[in-house]
């Protein structure tokens, strides 16, 4: 029929078909062009492993529920389940399987011992650092992998999980359900505060503003499709004017986790320059860590690599308790 005349005849132009793919930029490296261009202005030495990493199998990576065991007791379980794996280099908490393996296969997941979460993402609750006592705001939240992280770390803290999607909140309740672990859910708007905020101020906040996601490419391949090169600045207008928004709901003294899943540096370390330049009683410390790179303020992780990570990139902006003059 119809499909095998389409083979054969592409079987007979084969290799003139893949030679004319391979001469175009958009081809050889199967993304657009707009964004093969931004990769590279961006990161001009190290593109090409950017593009390569996003073509490739991600990674499973869990993340142990430290409240039901330790991590070693996990790798114990898993050993005996027969499922290969090894501790993560950066997150306390993290296992990286050597083969995918459906989440029925783990060892005690419906009964909340390990969630899947890329290591990356697993850095959040440790930059965080929330304490006993303290409130924590965890904005844009949902599907709930960090919210359930920072819980999972933090005794005695009261937590609020806000979403604009009521949809993917469910998916934070479902996964809070499983791993045992309370907070307040509320959907709002986080360009709007005073719809959901109680006026009482937090002395951490996650923000993991919306953005490009080109560091989750190899996990969202449709990504390449759907994005185009005006989303850019809306996104960036987006995240500016929640940076806005959520900044008076800090406590002097505490601290906002800026968070993304790109590696543009529009979205990131020019996004958070943007803001401390606007803001007096905001301050941008340096992240002294062993993973990603320092980019002045905050650090970039790019995909793949050593670690094989996602692409994330994190600042800790700090209020300071008196404004400066």
């Not at 593009?51 to 007791?73: C, G, I, Y």
């Not at 965080?128 to 819980?151: F, N, W, Y």
């Not at 990131?268 to 009683?281: G, K, M, S, W």
């Not at 050593?306 to 400066?324: E, I, P, S, V, W």
Request: charged residues 25%; proline residues 6%; hydrophobic residues 40%.
């Amino acid at each position: 029929g119809l499909v095998n005349a389409v083979l054969r005849n592409f079987q007979r132009q084969a290799e003139e078909l893949l030679a004319a793919a391979d001469a175009s930029e958009p081809g050889r490296w199967a993304h657009p062009q707009w964004l093969i261009d931004s990769v590279r202005t961006a990161w001009p030495d190290d593109w090409q492993q950017i593009l390569t990493a996003n073509n490739e199998r991600a990674p499973m990576t869990l993340r142990v529920n430290a409240r039901r065991q330790s991590r070693a007791d996990y790798l114990r379980r898993l050993e005996q389940a027969g499922i290969a794996a090894e501790a993560t280099t950066h997150s306390d908490c993290g296992i990286r399987l050597r083969s995918p393996c459906d989440v029925t296969q783990l060892p005690g997941f419906s009964e909340g011992a390990v969630s899947v979460q890329d290591e990356a993402a697993q850095l959040a609750a440790q930059l965080l650092d929330a304490r006993p006592g303290q409130r924590v705001l965890d904005v844009c939240a949902a599907p709930g992998g960090k919210t359930a992280h920072i819980l999972e770390g933090s005794d005695d803290i009261e937590l609020l999980a806000v979403d604009i999607e009521a949809r993917r909140l469910e998916r934070l309740t479902d996964n809070l359900q499983r791993l045992g672990l309370r907070a307040e859910v509320r959907s709002g708007d986080a360009r709007r505060p005073d719809d959901w905020w109680d006026g009482r101020p937090f002395e951490r906040i996650l923000l993991d503003v919306p953005c490009s996601a080109s560091g989750v490419i190899r996990r969202h391949p449709d990504i390449k499709l759907l994005r185009r090169p005006g989303d850019i600045e809306t996104l960036l207008e987006l995240q500016g004017e929640i940076l806005r928004a959520i900044w008076p709901l800090l406590a002097p003294g505490g601290m906002l986790l800026y968070a993304t899943c790109s590696v543009l540096p529009p979205e990131n370390e020019q996004r958070v320059t943007a803001f401390l330049a606007e803001r007096p009683d905001a301050e941008g410390r340096p992240l002294a860590a062993g993973w990603g790179r320092g980019s002045g303020i905050g650090r970039q992780i790019l995909p793949g690599g050593m670690a094989q990570m996602d692409g994330f990139y994190y600042a800790c902006l700090h209020k300071r308790a008196t404004a400066q003059p």
